[in-house]
């Protein structure tokens, strides 16, 4: 008798394709990940229509080399997980298609997760959960705190108003002619340039959790147009790190504060954002002088892969969630 669950994972849900097999939702036995970065970078941005076509291209080598990186057959493997949404319908269609083909096909069981519970779960790979658990999840198109009682329970405490943080970063990144995505990018020049413009920290009302974006990107936007005007010369160094010194103080303190005011017994960052440099140094200066955990996972599981969505669907598994074959990609699918 075989106690280890085996889950095989794809996420297909913007512009990376990617298939993983998780064991017992703790540990990778295969990490696939086709990047289309270099396609969409021409662009500025994700094509849509490029997206969902590059999946079907990539999708049955990409499945073939984490089965074949994992050792496993078939029979080993106990069930399909799949990101159904939220994200880009045509490129979110291809994972789920697949993934209901294998389990018609193989006669295993699916499972259909939310993208945001797989960023969650990344962090599962380094460190057991521990309840009530605060996550925050940073990402190109999300920027929520959630909270969670337990395995495979979220309640959305607060959420952007507007822009995520990471589609500000790359908004703000094609103002000063960065190439796609973004982040990074910023990320980099940050480190080289001083917090020399004081850009606003958009605090909501007193006890808000939730976030805005939009108000400090039209500053950036701002600033660059007068300086341009004016003839000034603004240094692209000092641009990014005052854009990102209140982006991480923003995040940070929000977060900070739920933390506390849940009396959560640990904290997680998530979503590609949780790459950036400074905001993981800051949020560990904080959640240390706090003495409260925190887990941000390596950058690898930072950005969108499969192997966190076989992880969040080892759970959704284990509680007894199945879906049919007639699962469907919902791009604006609800976390709860
Ligand atoms: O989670 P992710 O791979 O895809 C979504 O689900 O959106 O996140 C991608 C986002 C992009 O906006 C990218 O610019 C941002 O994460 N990002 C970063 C960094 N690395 C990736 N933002 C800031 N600093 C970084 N180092
Ligand atoms: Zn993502």
Redesign the pocket.
């Known amino acids: 008798m075989k106690n280890d669950k085996i889950i095989l994972g794809i996420e297909t849900?913007?512009d990376?394709t990617a298939v993983a097999l998780v064991k017992n939702g703790t540990e990778i036995l295969s990490d696939v990940v086709a990047s289309q970065i270099e396609s969409h970078k021409r662009f500025g941005g994700v094509v849509p229509e490029i997206a969902s076509r590059h999946h079907v291209e990539q999708m049955t080598m990409v499945l073939e080399e984490a089965i074949e990186e994992a050792k496993v057959e078939w029979e080993d493997i106990d069930a399909i997980a799949v990101t159904e949404g939220p994200g880009l319908v045509g490129a979110l269609l291809v994972g789920v298609n697949t993934a209901k083909a294998l389990a018609f096909a193989k006669q295993k069981p699916l499972v259909g997760v939310h993208?945001i519970a797989g960023?969650i779960y990344a962090n599962r790979f380094e460190r057991e959960f521990e309840f009530p658990l605060l996550a925050l999840i940073v990402?190109?198109?999300?920027t929520e705190l959630v909270l969670m009682k337990e395995h495979g329970d979220f309640k959305l405490i607060g959420e952007t108003l507007d822009d995520?943080a990471?589609?500000a970063?790359?908004k703000v990144a094609r103002m000063l002619d960065l190439p796609y995505?973004?982040?990074?990018e910023?990320?980099r020049l940050a480190a080289l340039g001083e917090e020399t413009i004081d850009f606003p920290r958009a605090w909501l009302s007193e006890d808000s959790y939730d976030f805005s974006f939009s108000g400090l990107k039209s500053a950036v936007i701002n600033k660059i147009h007068n300086a341009k005007q004016r003839g000034e010369t603004l240094k692209k160094e000092d641009i990014a790190a005052s854009f990102q010194a209140s982006v991480i103080e923003v995040l940070t303190t929000k977060t900070l504060r739920a933390a506390k005011e849940k009396n959560v017994k640990q904290v997680i960052v998530a979503?590609?954002?949780a790459?950036?440099?400074g905001?993981r140094a800051e949020m560990q200066t904080q959640f240390e002088r706090a003495e409260i955990p925190l887990l941000i996972p390596p950058l690898s599981l930072?950005?969108?892969n499969a192997a966190m969505i076989a992880a969040a669907g080892t759970i959704a598994f284990e509680q007894g969630k199945r879906d049919c074959l007639d699962l469907n990609a919902n791009p604006s699918l609800e976390l709860i």
Do not use: F, K, Q, W
Not at 139 to 142: A, C, M
Not at 181 to 184: F, L
């Open positions: 849900s913007c990376e993208h960023h990402s190109g198109g999300h995520a990471g589609e970063y790359d995505p973004g982040g990074p910023i990320d979503g590609g954002v790459a950036n440099r905001l930072c950005t969108d």
